[in-house]
């Protein structure tokens, strides 16, 4: 048998669906997290006259969810939502605003049985695994900024030891700027896109007008994906994981990165080779000045490093890089020189074997094991499966 190099654009497409939350799945977090949000917009809140706003957050309003790992096996599905509750700052408290999500969520008999301890920033409910599958749905109370210069801005509360605190927020400018990012390739790839996802999904969707925008996976989505993935694996040992990259930095960048390449291989091509571009960094030394004059990463004169929240430059997400002798910022380096190596350098591969071997590793057994076929064809070959995934804005559903 010989490997197909040719294919490996497809297999790393078909890889990065496989990843993705399933239609079944899919179709649970939808009806779990409307459920959740129709009945907190529906309590009744001593502080406050008026409904709070329910919005999904994270990887599942960017379209770049993974089914994470952790110990070493796929884990449960996270789905982050915003209760932004529609109280004036200077009004309230972090403390009064956190009780006022958990006391409504325990007035439910369902979600009282779900509900985890209090979290640092959220209330989670674990749901129960169905098909070996499961989800926590995490709730993060906040209300509106107020700070007079974006309008998305939220404030979030945050306990610390026996204190409340607000953090600085903003999940709906964040969406906003990556859809700007992501607009060029989603408009290439959406008519095809639909019309495969209508196709292989019918019993949902009954015609493409019906397929949502929030289903279509482009380039940097995907590639983002797939280095999710690889960086879960990558850190997961009990002395590594601390320094494990976060994902908003991954999706930040790669955000900022990407050049509108066609397929996955060449916008992750592109996007990790900008990455090590800036390796130069951890040891003070110059990089090119193409990327330099980016600012994406920076090293100030302190030795402290800089990654800003595009929509918050105030915020910096790599502001513990500097710790530990810069563990961090050396550990995402090493990260990418390891993507790099396990991903993408695969032209000289020549045995079959061990390519799925390293594959499998740093990928993922299962998700390689069904499609490297693709690379390597033999008989019986099966046709992956097309995902379907949720990327809901902020209010999809009508509560009854």
């Known amino acids: 048998m010989t490997i197909d190099l040719g294919k490996y654009p497809e297999f790393l497409e078909r890889v990065a669906s496989e990843i993705d939350i399933p239609p079944s799945k899919y179709q649970d ?10 009945w907190l917009e529906a309590g009744d809140y001593p502080e406050n006259g008026r409904q709070p706003s329910i919005y999904p957050q994270g990887s599942f309003r960017l379209g770049t969810v993974v089914r994470p790992i ?15 509750m529609p109280i004036a700052k200077y009004l309230t408290t972090p403390h009064a605003v956190k009780r006022m999500v958990g006391d409504r969520l325990r ?26 599958v499961g989800f926590h749905l995490d709730v993060l109370p906040a ?13 979030i509360t945050h306990k610390g030891g026996g204190s409340y605190s607000w953090s600085a927020s903003d999940p709906r400018g964040y969406g906003n700027w990556f859809d700007g990012k992501n607009s060029v390739a989603f408009a290439r790839v959406v008519v095809e896109q639909k019309r495969i996802i209508q196709h292989q999904a019918s019993h949902i969707y009954k015609s493409v007008d019906d397929v949502p925008d929030q289903l279509v996976r482009t380039p940097l989505q995907r590639s983002i994906q797939l280095m999710k993935r690889h960086r879960d694996l990558h850190f997961n040992r009990p002395d590594m ?21 066609a397929n996955t291989h060449a916008a992750l091509l592109g996007i990790v080779g900008r990455f090590q571009g800036h390796a130069g960094l951890v040891e ?19 030795g402290t490093w800089y990654i800003g929240n595009p929509v918050n430059l105030a915020e910096n997400f790599a502001d513990r890089w ?27 591969s020549t045995k079959p074997h061990l390519l799925k071997e390293n594959l499998s590793r740093v990928l993922g057994s299962a998700a390689v094991a069904k499609h490297f076929d693709v690379l390597v064809p033999s008989a019986g070959v099966v046709a992956a499966r097309s995902q379907i995934h949720i990327d809901n804005p902020a209010k999809p559903w009508r509560c009854r």
């Open 29 to 38: 977090a939808v009806d779990r997290y409307q459920a959740v949000g129709c």
């Open 70 to 84: 952790r110990g070493g096996i796929e884990a449960g599905y996270d789905i982050d939502l915003v209760c932004e």
């Open 107 to 132: 007035q439910n008999e369902t979600y009282r049985r779900l509900l985890d301890d209090e979290g640092r920033r959220c209330w989670t409910l674990e749901y129960a695994e169905q098909d070996g």
């Open 143 to 155: 209300v509106p900024d107020g700070n007079g210069f974006r309008d998305t801005a939220i404030s």
């Open 241 to 261: 994981i601390d320094y494990a990259t976060i994902s908003i930095i991954i999706t930040t960048l790669g955000a900022h990165l990407y050049s509108g390449e």
């Open 284 to 302: 003070g030394r110059a990089i090119d000045p193409t990327l330099a004059n980016m600012g994406l990463i920076q090293r100030l004169p302190d």
């Open 322 to 348: 500097h710790e530990d002798n810069q563990a961090r910022a050396r550990a995402f380096f090493s990260w990418i020189a390891a993507l790099q190596r396990d991903m993408l350098n695969v032209q000289t």
